[in-house]
């Protein structure tokens, strides 16, 4: 009996450390839009932009440097990542305990509810959303984003093991390719604002059809790269072309005219990024790194069909019943 206490202990914490793993990414995430909004309480209105532009330049600096020096550091050894990543934690507690409260950092007398109570409502309100956004009619828009959020989900946390498979790549190697990944995030936002404005012309669903085609196609080719520097080149038109559709999912949500569907596209892809990473998982253990290239690429190839066989005929017989209406 007492030697099976050592077990259960392991087994114990095994299981918290599997329920930890997805969930404090999630909530180490979070930190980024409160340092924004820290930012915004303790700046001038009128120089909110100014901060902003340099909070979103050394967001970028972050993600590019930090993956990089953690591949340096991998190679000598893990105790050293979990130092720096350590010390930077504790950098970062000193500071924000140095800034001073203010009004809007006291709690709240009148809202009693729990965070349970809250976070209850907010399902309560996304599910009467959701019936409220005729999605008998709508399911291929609510369709497109799950399928949309699931392969980028996979391909972006996942890319490592096309790395390791392709080219065996060293934990340096993964670094400055994370970096390099990166940068062209943080340059393909600024290019997704900038090209709407020279587009506005076209149609959001066209251009959201071309926008999938391009990412699926250069997916497709990044996985199967025979040789490092394609993956490297294929990086370009994949984040260049997800950053434009990310910028595009407000709009496509309003084509309909229905303000609940509107309000369900971020719950959209908030139930994609939790479901799909699960599915993945089962799949992965019986297929291995295989399981990277299907939940890559087979959701956009089945969104483009979804496209072309009921978004788009949704739309002409939309047209033809106004038509109609008309005469």
Known sequence: MDASKPIFKLEVITLLVKFLKPVLPCIINQS????????????????????????????????????????????????????????????????????????????????????????WENVIDTVDNFKKSDYKKNWDIIAIKYLYISSITIFFSKFTQILKHNFDATPFVIGYTSSYMSSLTFAGTYFATNIKDHISN????????????????????????????LYAIMC????????????????????????SLKKVNSSVGILSGLTIPLIFGIVCNTIGHHAVIIFSVIPIIVSLFVINKYTKQYKLVEQENKKSKDE
């Open 32 to 119: 980024q839009n409160l340092c924004k909004d820290l930012l915004l309480k303790n700046t001038p209105k009128d120089e909110h932009d100014y901060f902003l532009t340099r909070f979103s330049i050394l967001s970028a600096l972050g993600f590019i440097i930090g993956p990089f020096i953690s591949g340096s550091l991998f190679s000598i050894g893990f105790l050293y990542v979990g130092l720096l990543a350590a010390a930077l934690t504790l950098a970062n507690i000193f500071l924000i305990k140095s800034i001073p409260k203010g009004t809007d950092d006291l709690p709240p007398q009148l809202d009693e509810r729990s965070f349970v109570e809250k976070s």
């Open 236 to 259: 370009i038109p994949i984040i260049f072309s997800t950053s434009f559709i990310n910028s595009m999912w407000k709009d496509l949500f309003s084509i309909r005219g229905n303000e």
């Open 202 to 229: 076209y149609s959001v669903l066209t251009l959201t059809e071309y926008a999938l085609v391009v990412a699926g196609t250069t997916q497709l080719l990044a996985c199967y790269s025979p040789v490092y520097n």
